[in-house]
T-cell receptor, first 114, second 112 residues
């Protein structure tokens, strides 16, 4: 069964460092998303991406965040200068079409900023 | 803004029914979802219901929607130890998965 894969599963970084979280969406999917879950809090929408552009972003997705599809398979989330409060589980998701009712999620990357 | 609330923890005995509850605030919600997360795994869609439906049944799963009270529930019949996981309620105003608003998740513990 096709699945969304994320790497690494856990990343520890020092405050102020840049991190790149990687995702490989399902191969024939066209729409990509990042969500995050701070420990003990809700899963929150960050950004959606289609046709090499951001479709929608939340208030959380400020200038320190960026997304990219550097090649035909990877979808990345970059955090430029990490803060302690960026520590969270980050989930990547994809849908074939923008109107799909089901999003397929990866297993998540746990980011710990120290 | 939209808000989705769930209780954090539920413990049931194997073989009993589990009922996980969720309330939401957005009266414009068009789709309501239940996702399951097992340890070390991603969010897996279990089922969803369109806002003009009251009930949806899928094998051991029954979803009930009370749109007036903005209350959603997931009933798992004959709960098994493999059902132990975190269950997330989510809603979408757009009717698509493009932007979901999630609850905090309910951890279901199934005991022998």
């Amino acid at each position: 069964e096709p699945e969304v894969t994320q790497t690494p599963s856990h990343q520890v970084t020092q405050m102020g460092q840049e991190v790149i979280l990687r995702c490989v969406p399902i191969s024939n999917h066209l729409y990509f998303y990042w969500y995050r879950q701070i420990l003990g809090q809700k899963v929150e929408f960050l950004v959606s991406f289609y046709n090499n552009e951001i479709s929608e972003k939340s208030e959380i997705f400020d200038d320190q965040f960026s997304v990219e599809r550097p090649d035909g398979s990877n979808f990345t989330l970059k955090i430029r200068s990490t803060k302690l409060e960026d520590s969270a589980m980050y989930f990547c998701a994809s849908t074939m079409l923008g109107g799909d009712t089901e999003a397929f999620f990866g297993q998540g990357t746990r980011l710990t900023v120290v | 803004g939209e808000d989705v609330e769930q209780s954090l923890f539920l413990s049931v005995r194997e073989g009993d029914s589990s009922v996980i509850n969720c309330t939401y605030t957005d009266s414009s919600s068009t789709y309501l979802y239940w996702y399951k997360q097992e340890p070390g795994a991603g969010l897996q869609l279990l089922t969803y219901i369109f806002s003009n439906m009251d009930m949806k049944q899928d094998q051991r799963l029954t979803v009930l929607l009370n749109k007036k009270d903005k209350h959603l529930s997931l009933r798992i019949a004959d709960t098994q130890t493999g059902d132990s996981a975190i269950y997330f309620c989510a809603e979408s105003r757009t009717g698509t998965a493009s932007k979901l608003t999630f609850g905090t998740g309910t951890r279901l513990q199934v005991t022998l």
